[in-house]
């Protein structure tokens, strides 16, 4: 009787995989062979439990060596990282893309969310098993894969490789997905008026030179003329607005870490881009990737944090691939590390790797998984500005956001103001799929509406429009004169969200629509807290009978019971997830669409 | 700086109109309970940080979008609290309807059946509870078709790996508070933390070895905190199987361990003169309500010999 994983012993191909992240262990008590002082030094401490942070970055290495993590490779980077291992596991097993007690597994993920089932994602799915037969290929349903722009998605994982994306994918492509690169999509509109993406599709995403052709890094240099003070005040000046869903003014924030007490601070750019329907940060981080990394700088020395993170969702192979090459290239040019661009300013920026959880995009559940624990979010307060990541002031922004301030900061705060509306400024992307002509990223200054949105992308008759993806809610053709502002669609009752602008012509049955966000709900909470955990199960149900004619008692009581479980998600889930998990189905309820229960 | 020199400072702050006052530091819970009104609690424990994770101590607060749990929060000078809301209410009861209708909850502390009648709770309102099949290993972002005829339920057989515990998940709430009692909180062991994801959560070891196989140290002290008799000592949970557990024929003597010389508090509970259990009282300066292996379950010894 004695702990059974220290039976289990990595490969040779684990171990150099981790190794090559980790680098050699140290001593007989981190993993390596036991000897020379091994029995008469002590190690741990501090120094041992300060790793953990290397878990996701460990796993990533074993999953992609050889498709899987094994007991052995558990053990080791148990070891490694001096984590439990049973925490491990429960990390291991809390992110879907990671494959945990086998090995060598082909994976291809197949997205059947509510954008690819309008391009014949589920024929896809039908297919797929006699398709791929049984050569060692397996096949996954997956959440949106942020590809939404060219539908029905996939994306590949094979050992040794890695990941690839494809789309649009049939039943004879999805077997030869290649790891040649996908452009990070059309930009439809002519770039030379355009601000946040005017370099997409234009300037060379691997190339500084390209960048700095483009007036890359003229912005750091002004905010260093400006100092951090400055920056913040220009910010506040311009009153630029998150655009991750909140909405928070992002001079508050800016200034809330700056003047949070402590020489240690953290800045993060949150591309953990999962809502169903959303692809803006993508096609940002793939298509501009100097940009984010010019913000970020910008943002650590205002901010004063020294180090910075870039979370990239996991599905976002490519878009991890420049940010990272991005990185060197700005450090070897002298513009991330010691004394950037000659400012006195030390700041260090690396990418970390989502790996299958939506609710990582929740700010402390991001924190949480670079933390290399579970992506359970934190109770708030405290709030980030104070305690955030390592417990520590942090600063976190979603991609677009910081796209737009270095676009405030380019052009000045004043300046910035005066585009959009008094209380929207500035430039906003839009996601628009589904049932238009020319699904894509569109940037329209707030203010426009809905309807001149459509038009630019090219929709037919409408049956309804959900407005920031499964977290989001529905307006119907009515709602086409609403402006696109924050405070207009809070107005009417709904959101603008992560930006996502998710299409539906007039003849969509909606039962299959709601119950396919009722099982994304269910599927990506985290667990932890009661009303979200057990109220998206019972959510499904309901919804499930209702749609299906079989109700529990009337149905008026199944109404009654979808709405106590919206109430309660609503009111008492510790986070925006479950807070939102019954908006879009209630709303589709409340608008009378076709399919949805009556 | 001495205790002396400290400012003792008081946080003045409302429950439901009546003004309460108390130490900084103290959480709305404690102003609740200074206020009079008793709110249920299952993740936080007497001896615990609570993890916020249950949701059925959830309280208005003015000025706050969503509820907030009244456990971790902590007080702030001038917040007003409202516990009798129809909203908090509805939270409440909402969030005991949904434990109960996914865990069975006839083996919890006392308080929980007369929190669930207080607050009207009816958890069978979902439907009968699904039909008993086996826990899949995780897969997140993964699940099969649901059965709609009936409520789906954390049901997994009773792990009975020793002599000693047993570890009976379908009455498992996921409080977190065995996980943080073998981890950072107590135990310092980590032989278990929560696998899986969503509803498909579970307290596991790595790999869902068994308990012997894992790192734990039988202390215990996953039983001690356990709220719903998900955790038990193994002579509890036979008797119970048999329907031989009575616990208002028990007696409590309170003694001090024999083993070592830190002196531990222990309970022995008795019934028919035989120990059935043995515990720690929570409010014990050293203790508090943990133990050691020997402690808890070593005390066979005791009355060997007399009725064989």
């Not at chain 1, 029905?152 to 649009?168: C, F, I, S, T, V």
């Not at chain 1, 590390?337 to 609710?359: M, N, Q, T």
């Not at chain 1, 919804?543 to 709405?563: F, M, T």
């Amino acid at each position: 009787m004695d702990i059974r994983n220290l039976l289990y012993r990595p490969t040779e191909a684990e171990k150099s995989a981790v190794d090559e992240v980790l680098g050699p262990p140290d001593s007989g008590w981190d993993g390596g062979s036991f000897g020379g002082l091994d029995g008469r030094v002590a190690y741990g401490g501090h120094a041992a439990r300060e790793k953990r942070h290397m878990l996701l970055p460990a796993l990533h290495a074993v999953q992609d060596a050889v498709g899987g993590v094994s007991r052995g490779a558990l053990g080791y980077i148990s070891d490694r990282l001096t984590v439990p291992p049973a925490e491990a596991y429960g990390v291991a097993t809390f992110y879907a893309l990671y494959g945990v007690d086998e090995t060598g597994i082909t994976t291809i993920h197949v997205c059947d969310d509510i954008i690819c089932t309008q391009y014949g994602a589920e024929a896809l799915c039908d297919s797929l098993d006699d398709a791929l037969g049984s050569n060692g290929v397996r096949w996954e349903r997956s959440p949106c894969l942020g590809q939404c722009d060219r539908a029905p998605a996939a994306m590949l994982h094979q050992p040794g490789k890695g990941y690839a994306n494809a789309a649009p994918v049939d039943t004879r492509s999805v077997r030869a997905i290649g790891f040649d690169e996908l452009d990070p999509g059309v930009v439809h509109q002519d770039r030379s008026e355009l601000a946040l993406l005017r370099r997409v599709g234009d300037v060379d995403p691997e190339s500084l030179e390209s960048y700095r052709a483009s007036g890359g890094y003229e912005t750091l240099s002004r905010a260093v003329d400006l100092g951090p003070m400055g920056v913040i005040e220009e910010l506040e000046r311009s009153n630029l607005r998150g655009r991750g869903g909140a909405a928070f003014p992002i001079g508050v924030k800016w200034r809330g870490v700056a003047e949070a007490p402590g020489p240690i601070k953290y800045v993060i750019a949150n591309g953990d881009e999962s809502e169903p329907g959303t692809f803006k940060d993508r096609l940002l981080m793939e298509g501009d990737p100097f940009a984010v990394v010019e913000a970020m700088t910008i943002y650590g020395f205002a901010t004063g944090a020294t180090h910075g993170y870039v979370y990239v969702r996991g599905e976002y192979p490519t878009a991890e691939r420049r940010l990272t090459r991005a990185i060197s290239q700005a450090r070897e040019a002298g513009l991330l590390g010691a004394d950037v661009a000659g400012s006195g300013f030390d700041f260090k920026l690396e990418v970390r790797r989502g790996a299958g959880a939506y609710i990582c995009g929740e700010e402390t559940a991001l924190f949480a998984s670079i933390e290399g624990h579970r992506g359970e979010p934190r109770q708030k307060p405290p709030f980030p500005t104070q305690h955030g990541l390592f417990g520590k002031p942090t600063g976190i922004n979603n991609i677009e956001t910081l796209l737009a301030a270095l676009y405030a900061l380019q052009i000045g705060g004043v300046p910035f103001s005066a585009l959009g509306t008094e209380q929207s400024s500035g430039p906003k992307l839009f996601c628009v799929s589904g049932a238009v002509d020319r699904p894509g990223v569109y940037e329209v200054p707030f203010g426009a509406t809905l309807g001149e949105l459509l038009e630019l992308s090219g929709a037919g008759k409408i049956g309804a429009v959900l407005l920031g993806g499964a977290a989001g809610s529905f307006v119907g053709p009515e709602a086409m004169s609403m402006p696109l502002t924050f405070e207009a669609t809070r107005a009417a009752g709904a959101t603008l969200g992560s930006g996502a602008v998710i299409v539906f012509d007039d003849d969509t049955d909606f039962g299959p629509v709601l119950a396919r966000i009722a099982r994304f709900f269910r599927d990506e909470s985290c667990g932890q807290c009661v009303p979200c955990r057990i109220g998206t199960v019972r959510q499904e149900e309901a919804l499930g009978r209702l749609s299906g004619g079989r109700p529990l008692g009337s149905r008026q009581e199944e109404r009654k019971r979808l709405d106590d479980l919206a109430r309660v998600m609503t009111d008492a889930s510790i986070c925006g997830l479950g807070q939102t998990a019954a908006s879009a189905i209630q709303s589709a309820i409340r608008l009378g669409l076709p399919g949805a229960p009556q | 700086m001495t205790t002396t020199d400290r400012q003792r400072v008081t946080i003045s702050a409302s429950v439901d109109g009546k003004t309460v006052e108390l130490p900084e530091g103290s959480s709305v819970l404690d102003a609740c309970r200074s206020a009079g009104v008793g709110l249920p609690t299952l993740c936080y424990g007497p001896t615990m940080t609570p993890a916020s994770a249950c949701r059925v101590c959830v309280v208005e607060l003015e000025g706050s979008r969503a509820l907030i749990p009244s456990c971790s929060r902590e007080l702030e000078e001038g917040m007003e609290i409202r516990t009798g809301t129809d909203r908090a209410e509805h939270s409440r009861r909402l969030v005991l309807e949904l434990l109960g209708s996914a865990s069975e909850l006839d083996r919890s502390e006392e308080q929980l059946a007369g929190w669930m009648t207080m607050a009207g709770a009816r958890s069978e309102r979902f439907g009968p509870p699904a039909v008993e099949a086996p826990r899949q290993p995780p897969s997140p972002g993964h699940h099969g078709s649901p059965e709609l005829a009936a409520a789906a339920t954390v049901y997994e057989p009773a792990k009975v790996e020793d002599e000693l515990y047993v570890r009976d998940y379908s009455r498992c709430i996921l409080c977190y508070r065995c996980v943080d009692a073998c981890g950072v909180e107590h135990q310092n062991t980590f032989a278990i933390a929560v696998a899986g994801r969503g509803f498909d959560s579970r307290i596991s070891t790595e790999f869902d070895f068994a308990l012997p196989d894992s790192a734990c140290v039988y202390c215990g002290n996953c039983i001690a905190v356990c709220p719903t008799g998900a955790l038990v000592g193994k002579i509890e949970y036979d008797m119970r199987e048999q329907g031989a557990w009575d616990e208002s024929s028990q007696e409590i003597t309170r003694t001090v361990c024999s083993y070592c010389g830190v002196g531990c508090n222990l309970d022995l509970h008795t019934q028919d003169n035989r120990i059935v259990k043995v515990t720690s009282p929570h409010d014990h300066d050293v203790t508090l309500g943990n133990l050691c292996i020997k402690g808890r379950f070593g005390w066979s010894y005791v009355g060997s010999g007399v009725d064989g």
